[in-house]
């Protein structure tokens, strides 16, 4: 009965989550979430602010970040959005401000910057474009200026 209860406890932490506040989760030296046994962890990893208030979730299989990626302020509002895969970030990240407006649009691929990156100011207004690709810059930069217009092109 005490063996079925701890099984039960168990598969119950790692199918809704792990929590870390825990002092069982840790990072390696390589960089792997594991528990005090030196066990790769899988599921849900979640860190709060010291006023309890959720600062992260992270998906986590065989103790890398490996999917999607949310962090908050303290405030509650969404701060970034991104995914990993293996460990590396990929796709699409959006960042935001305080006040819940979108700041910054990027793009991932294995890790390295790689596509279109858009940035706007706390009015919405679009304030620069640039790209890349594998981590290189490449095309035309743009910035603009409040009103829209450009106001510096720099080619790579």
Do not use: C
Not at 75 to 84: D, Q
């Amino acid at each position: 009965m005490k063996k079925s209860l701890i099984l039960s406890v168990f598969t119950l932490v790692f199918a809704f989550g792990i929590s870390a506040q825990s002092p069982d989760v840790q990072l390696d030296k390589q960089g792997n979430y594991i528990n005090s046994y030196g066990d790769l962890l899988t599921g849900n990893l979640e860190f709060s602010y010291a006023s309890g208030q959720l600062e992260s979730i992270y998906q986590i299989t065989d103790g890398l970040k490996d999917g999607d990626m949310t962090v908050f302020y303290e405030n509650g509002n969404t701060k970034e959005i991104g995914s990993f895969l293996d460990g590396k970030k990929v796709g699409e990240w959006f960042n935001y401000n305080t006040s819940g407006a979108l700041e910054s649009v990027a793009f991932y691929k294995d890790n390295q910057k790689h596509g279109d990156w858009k940035v706007w100011d706390n009015n919405g207004t679009l304030r620069s474009v640039m790209h890349y690709q594998n981590g290189t810059r490449v095309g035309n930069w743009l910035t603009y200026d409040e009103n829209g217009q450009v106001i510096e092109s720099v080619n790579y």
